[in-house]
């Protein structure tokens, strides 16, 4: 699987969607969504809003944005994992840096919890879990034998992206139920070994 590759403009560009995004998402936090305008996400970032619209297409692009790539972090980390790992305990640790991410962002819980609760959001969310899946089950291919017909091992490792990001839904959904104050890496410990035991590493 290659690895993605980002040019000094792509950085820049990358290094202020970053940004807005997260001053947008203090904003959605203090006001909520609805009444939190793109004219004020781009006063609080220094922009004006012609410019603010040069980085995202719309004031959802903001939300969305901060899961733009979560799926090839994920694959990513995936195609690290030592090739003698299991794949279902390979896909597992892969979780890891998104765990991290979330929990040690402070705005995480309300944000997760203004997602589904937003419709327009939480269709894009599942949208983007779509491609997710599709860039883990690509890096999973790889490690499924290849004695496998082509389509079997793409139809397998999709399986297992799809149970596995399942699996990771279901345990921050109870994450956030329990405002985010318990261990999210246990929680999905126990939603992926519900599917298979998790090998001992």
Known sequence: ?????????????????????????DLFVANGYEDTTVDQIATAAGLSPRTFFRY????????????????TDIADALAERP?????????????????????????SV??????????SLYASHLHKQVRWIEAIAEALALRLPQS??????????GALASAGVACLEYARLEWIAGDG???????????????SPLPEE
Do not use: C
């Open 83 to 107: 090739s003698e790992e299991a794949s279902w305990l390979a896909l597992r640790r892969s979780f890891d840096g998104l765990i991290q991410q979330l929990t040690e962002r402070p705005a």
């Open 181 to 195: 104050k318990g261990a999210m890496a246990k929680l999905l410990d126990v939603a992926m070994s519900a599917v």
């Open 56 to 71: 995202f297409a719309s004031k959802e692009a903001v939300v969305t944005h901060m899961f733009d790539t979560t799926g």
């Open 1 to 25: 699987m290659e690895q993605r590759q980002y040019t000094l403009r792509d950085r820049k560009r990358r290094a202020v969607q970053d940004g807005v995004a997260g001053i947008a998402v």
């Open 148 to 157: 496998l017909a082509a389509d079997e091992r793409r139809l397998r490792a």
């Open 110 to 119: 309300p944000l997760i919890r203004m997602i589904y609760d937003t419709p």
